[in-house]
């Protein structure tokens, strides 16, 4: 039998409905502490990389490397050897902050799905350490640019052609690496989606972030000179989750049916 409720009871459905979507109804249990604490370190870190690899990949190394050009790309890294080598530093502080993003994603979309969240965590750590391979081309390019240790039985032409060539092992690395990213932005998305602290549409652009990523690696590894750079349009899509993390991660509630939209209930849908 379906209950008809008076207008007083309607209008206080309507409030709570309002307070558990804004999460102000009742106190914070143990489960969404964990959630909200989860939330803000992954948008903190995400916020700290962004800051870091605008610095290190745009700023300084594109702004140094000259492609095609040893001899000019060996000169600008020599008089900025300091902003290279921190722009290096950089890079490999963006691999162990990736490790820190995993961690927390997978535990705040851990009640959507254990599985899901532990394998979108592990595409993440993978790409990090693909990214600390990378990385470690750079370091090898700074030595051989400006120390000393690897300048014996080389002529200087050898040695700028050969630190090049590290900085396109970094470039090439870097780019089959970003085949696990953008997997791991899919998972993401289904996770997002699927979830029922977090808002749908966010999948959206994790999706197509994920798939500008996939295409891009595709399209490095089997098309010569690749240059669509699909993701430079669609890679701002972590970028949202990040925005929302930060804004609204400490007010994430685990309700009593949290996990996957589809398929739930509520009491009054049962009735």
């Not at 993978?126 to 640019?145: E, F, G, K, P, R």
């Not at 052609?161 to 396109?168: E, P, T, V, Y």
């Amino acid at each position: 039998m379906t209950e008809t409720l008076t207008p007083t009871q309607a209008k206080k459905g309507r409030f709570n409905k309002r307070a558990r979507r804004a999460g102000m109804e009742g106190p914070a249990g143990p489960g969404d502490q964990s959630l909200r604490r989860a939330a803000l370190i992954a948008g903190s870190a995400l916020l700290a990389m962004t800051v870091l690899s605008v610095y290190a990949y745009l700023v300084v190394i594109d702004g140094l490397v000259v492609d095609g050009d040893a001899a000019k790309t060996a000169s600008n890294i020599a008089e900025a050897e300091g902003r290279f080598r921190i722009a290096v530093a950089c890079s490999a502080l963006v691999a162990v902050l990736d490790v820190v993003v995993a961690w927390a994603l997978r535990v705040l979309f851990a009640p959507v799905s254990e599985i899901v969240s532990s394998l979108a965590a592990a595409t993440r750590v993978a790409y990090s350490a693909v990214l600390v391979v990378a990385t470690a081309h750079l370091v090898v390019a700074s030595q051989l640019l400006t120390g000393p240790e690897g300048r014996a039985g080389f002529t200087t032409p050898e040695l700028q052609a050969q630190g090049l060539l590290q900085i396109d092992a970094f470039n090439a690395v870097w780019d089959a690496g970003l085949l696990l990213f953008g997997f791991h932005l899919l998972l993401l998305a289904y996770l997002v989606v699927r979830s029922s602290y977090t808002p749908a549409w966010l999948g959206i652009p994790l999706a197509a972030a994920g798939c500008g990523y996939l295409i891009d690696s595709f399209g490095s590894i089997v098309v010569r000179d690749y240059s669509a750079e699909v993701a430079a349009f669609t890679g701002v899509g972590e970028a949202f989750l990040m925005l929302w993390l930060l804004a609204r991660g400490r007010r994430i509630r685990l309700r009593d049916d949290s996990g996957p939209r589809a398929g739930r209930q509520s009491l009054g849908e049962r009735r």
